[in-house]
């Protein structure tokens, strides 16, 4: 089965930046749809962003356009998020997903996914 680890979690000043890695098992990771999800407690998990099997497709939710930016290095079988500009609106726990898919597609919604890491804390301070 597949595996996702999310790091890179933490405190950081709003308007700060900083990157989540998401490191996926197996050696199909191209076969494979990733996207980034957050929620905060009370709420449900919410899309933030998608890339494609390749790469050459991305997506991000409105409240992180322009400021956060999906990426994937498919040799290294790794996802990443790197966010910038941040706001305490951004404050949640993000978790990294995982779609297995024949064709090359975004994918948005929780019910799409196949594969779920443990999440990591990322809190920006006022």
């Known amino acids: 089965q597949v595996q996702l680890v999310e790091s890179g979690g933490g405190l950081v000043q709003a308007g700060g930046s900083s990157r989540l890695s998401c490191a996926a098992s197996?050696?199909?990771?191209?076969?494979?749809?990733m996207g980034w999800f957050r929620q905060v407690p009370g709420k449900e998990r919410e899309f933030v962003a998608a890339i494609s099997r390749s790469g050459d497709s991305t997506h991000c939710a409105d409240s992180v356009k322009g400021r956060f930016t999906i990426s994937r290095d498919n040799a290294k079988n790794t996802v990443y998020l790197q966010m910038s500009s941040l706001k305490p609106e951004d404050t949640a726990v993000y978790y990294c997903?995982?779609?297995?898919?024949?064709?090359?597609?975004?994918?948005?919604?929780?019910?799409?996914?196949?594969?779920w890491g443990q999440g990591t804390q990322v809190t920006v301070s006022s």
């Open positions: 997903a995982a779609g297995f898919r024949r064709r090359d597609v975004l994918l948005h919604q929780r019910s799409e996914y196949d594969y």
């Open positions: 197996g050696r199909i990771f191209s076969s494979y749809v």
